[in-house]
C-alpha cells in the first residue's frame, strides 16, 4: 500500500526557511516520479519541484534559485528546502509520486502530471 506523509510545515517569517520531508512506504523512490504540489487559498494546485529516478529535477519559475527538491533513498524520503520564502510561498503542500513505467509521461511534464499518489499535505504560513 503505497503511503505519502508530508511533515515540516509551520509559520516561517519573510525571508526565513523551511525543510519538508515526506516519509514513502509502500515503494520505493528511486523507482517513481516524485513532485511537490502546493495550493493556497481560492487557488489552484501549483507543481512546485519534481525529481525522477535518474535524480534530474525541475522546477517551477516562481521558486528556481530558492527551493531545492532532494530525496534521501536508504531513508525512502522526498524533500523540499525551502529558502528565501515569501508571502506567495504560503499554501498546503503536497508530495506525490508515481510510477517510473516507460513511456514515463510523469518525466516528461513533471509538474503538470496527475500523479496517482498524494500525501495529506503539510501548511506553510510566511508571516512579516
Known amino acids: 500500500q503505497v503511503q505519502l506523509v508530508e511533515t515540516g510545515g509551520g509559520s516561517v517569517e519573510i525571508g526565513g526557511s523551511l525543510k519538508l520531508s515526506c516519509a514513502a512506504s509502500?515503494?520505493?523512490?528511486?523507482?517513481?516520479?516524485m513532485a511537490w504540489f502546493r495550493q493556497g487559498p481560492g487557488q489552484e494546485r501549483e507543481g512546485v519541484a519534481a525529481?525522477?529516478?535518474?535524480?534530474?529535477?525541475t522546477y517551477a519559475d516562481s521558486v528556481k534559485g530558492r527551493f531545492t527538491i532532494s530525496k534521501d533513498i536508504a531513508k525512502n524520503i522526498l524533500y523540499l528546502q525551502m529558502d528565501s520564502l515569501k508571502p506567495e510561498d504560503a499554501a498546503m503542500y503536497y508530495c506525490a509520486a508515481d510510477p517510473w513505467i516507460l513511456p514515463a509521461p510523469c518525466a516528461m511534464a513533471p509538474l503538470e502530471y496527475e500523479y496517482n499518489f498524494w500525501g495529506q499535505g503539510t501548511q506553510v504560513t510566511v508571516s512579516l
Open positions: 525529481v525522477d529516478p535518474d535524480g534530474l529535477t
Open positions: 509502500g515503494f520505493t523512490v528511486s523507482r517513481y516520479c
